[in-house]
């Protein structure tokens, strides 16, 4: 079992929508990244969460935003949907105490489709 | 910009035959490449990773092979089982920047 939850597993919606997906991390882990994974393609980086702050972001608009809460759980929003946004959302947890490194613990996902 | 690339993006095998996965990097500090199998439905479930201080780790049936002078690592799956049929995904980061890298990913099939 993955230790990581993300819901909704699945999700539609309409385009110019805004959505907001959800991530229950790995008991623990402080650091919390979010992936966009189009069909037939590897994952792409959206953003990374460390102890509630953003500490790295890939190249995706401002309309993708993130929150991390002191539980270690996380949120990804999506404001104003379009066609092109339909993708697996992948969440990813790790635990990073300071000068260490273990890895990273992937969610099953949210599927959006946007219509 | 950073980059990963990934081969073969197909693989077909025999039960019982071995499969390799190749990828090559472009960021030489990347210092981090784990590799990750993703069955229909699920998300990506590590294997196996290996640290640029290390050229070599086994664990069972599978291997990675690292070459940090050609940027080059490696999947080596030994004693195929249709169970292993699944898309292959390999990455590279900087332990520092925890930003991974993915490349196309390969779609490995076991033929009973």
């Known amino acids: 079992e993955t230790g990581v939850t993300q819901s909704p597993t699945h999700l539609i919606k309409t385009r110019g929508q805004q959505v907001t997906l959800r991530c229950s991390s790995q008991s623990g882990h402080n650091t919390v990244s979010w992936y966009q994974q189009a069909l037939g393609q590897g994952p792409q980086f959206i953003f990374q969460y460390y102890r509630e702050e953003e500490n790295g972001r890939g190249n995706f608009p401002p309309r993708f935003s993130g929150l991390q809460f002191p539980n270690y759980s996380s949120e990804l929003n999506v404001n104003a949907l379009e066609l092109d946004d339909s993708a697996l959302y992948l969440c990813a947890s790790s635990l990073n105490p300071p000068g260490q490194f273990y890895g990273y613990t992937f969610g099953s996902g949210t599927r959006l489709t946007v219509v | 910009g950073e980059n990963v690339e990934q081969h073969p993006s197909t693989l077909s095998v025999q039960e019982g035959d071995s499969a390799v996965i190749k990828c090559t990097y472009s960021?030489?500090?990347?210092?981090?490449f784990p590799w990750y199998k993703q069955e229909l439905g699920k998300g990506p479930q590590l294997i196996i990773d290996?640290?640029?201080?290390?050229g070599e780790k086994k664990d069972q049936r599978i291997a990675v092979t690292l070459n940090k002078t050609a940027k080059h690592f490696s999947l080596h799956i030994t004693e195929t089982q249709p169970e292993d049929s699944a898309v292959y995904f390999c990455?590279?980061?900087?332990?520092?920047?925890?930003?991974?890298?993915f490349g196309q990913g390969t779609e490995l099939s076991v033929k009973p």
């Open positions: 960021d030489s500090a990347s210092n981090y």
């Open positions: 990455a590279a980061t900087r332990i520092q920047g925890g930003k991974l890298i």
């Open positions: 290996i640290r640029s201080n290390v």
